[in-house]
Each structure stands twice: as C-alpha cells, then as structure tokens.
C-alpha cells in the first residue's frame, strides 16, 4: 500500500548507460516522444555472434527499414535473420524483430489488431535461445500518441509453451519505452524479462542516436536505425549507423 505524502514514480533511465553495461541485449526496439511533443522517436538495433548474424545491413527503402546481406556469398540459412522490421498501416507504424511485422499488417488492413495479430505467433524455432518475439506499435488516431508492445517469450527451457505480454502506455513527452530480447550475454541466452524499461528521450537526436551506436558492444553490434517521425508534417529524418560499409 503506498504511504500517505509519498508519490509512486518511476525513474527515466538513461538507454546508453542500459545498453553499455550489457555486451549483448541482442535486438531492441525504442518508441518516444521528443520533449517537445512534435515528434515520435523509433529505434531498432540488431546484435550477432555468428558471421550469419552479422552478414547484414540496414538500407532505407523510403520510409521504411529494410535488412540485407552485407555479402551475399556467405549467405547460410535467411530464416530468422532477413525480414521487414518496420511498415505503415494508415495512423500505425509498426516496428518488430522478425516476420511477424507481416502478420501485424495483415491482421489491421483485415479489422483486426496489434494484440489478435501476435496471438497466432509465438518465439523464435531457434533451440535452445528461443528468442523472443518483440514487437512495437505506435498510432496517432483523434490526435492522441499511444505505444504498445508485445514480448513472446518461452515459458519454460523445452520451449513448450508461449508467454505472452502486452503493454499499452501513452506516448509522454520525452519519454520512451526500450524492449529487448536477451537479458545479457550466456548459453543458452536468458530471454528478456520485466516490463519494458522507461527511458528518457533527450531533445539532441542526432547526438542520442550516435550514443546509442557507440553504446553497443563494438564486437556484437550490427545495425541500428533511429527515426524521428514528426507527427504534424507526417515527414521523417533518419540516422542509420552499419558494422559493414553500404
């Protein structure tokens, strides 16, 4: 029971100083607002230990994100590690680490929603990592920004069932939600727990993105995207960093 003339709050959290005490939080999702309130902030980041991990590339595709492969001749297995990241659907942008941002597409241009969409998915086929599956929603319907998330995670080491998680939490002024899938570093890798973390988003984008570049472990890290989405142009500016030169 909270004390009579003590507040419950919730502390920002710095997201670099989060991610540079972590070699490997694997792929991560941000969704903000910038402190002023007219812009959305988006970031996607992708981590690897193999070299099929880290055969890869973001390239811009317009204005959405697309990954490829840095050298095609090392290709091995596609699967898990070359999909769409990110799409539109009217007021949403969509953000996830794997093929289901197709079945969130599908499930709204059908009637249906983030939360319907992710019910008929489940972690990753990857044993023993059963990576989560963690997606990002963002839509701006009647002038109100609003955030959800999804995190489906192994219930237990078999991977015989699905836990899955679902947040919704207004989009406040500077301030973002992070989501992972790995706690940190090991073998097997311990899936993300908690809810996702609250973290401040600063007014100096470009230097925020480049600390979160510079934040990542130099010998895991992949790729990262930042996107600032202002909501009344419906224009965006993006900052795009890769281990491989495109």
Wanted: charged share 20%; net charge neutral.
């Amino acid at each position: 029971m909270q004390k009579k003339g003590k507040q419950m709050s919730m502390k920002l959290l710095d997201l670099p100083a989060l991610l540079k005490g972590n070699a490997y939080p694997g792929r991560g999702i941000v969704l903000g607002m910038s402190p002023d309130g007219q812009q959305a902030l988006f970031a996607y980041f992708i981590m690897g230990r193999s070299k099929n991990s880290r055969n890869r590339v973001f390239v811009r595709d317009g204005d959405e994100l697309t990954i490829r492969l840095y050298d095609e001749s090392r290709l091995s297995d596609p699967s898990l590690i070359l999909y769409r990241p990110t799409a539109t659907v009217g007021d949403a942008l969509i953000v996830t680490n794997g093929d289901q941002t197709d079945t969130i597409v599908s499930s709204l241009k059908d009637g249906g929603s983030f939360i319907s969409a992710l019910n008929t998915r489940e972690f990753e086929p990857d044993a023993p990592n059963f990576t989560p599956r963690i997606s990002g929603m963002m839509t701006f319907a009647g002038g109100n920004a609003s955030i959800q998330m999804g995190l489906l995670r192994a219930a237990d080491a078999q991977g015989s069932a699905c836990d899955r998680h679902y947040y919704t939490y207004p989009a406040l002024q500077g301030t973002g939600r992070f989501i992972h899938t790995y706690e940190q570093d090991g073998n097997p890798l311990p899936s993300f727990t908690g809810e996702p973390r609250k973290i401040a988003i600063p007014n100096d984008t470009d230097a925020f993105a480049q600390a979160i570049w510079d934040s990542l472990n130099p010998d895991n890290k992949v790729a990262l995207c930042v996107r600032a989405y202002d909501i009344k142009t419906r224009t965006s500016r993006f900052w795009m960093f890769n281990r491989h030169e495109v």
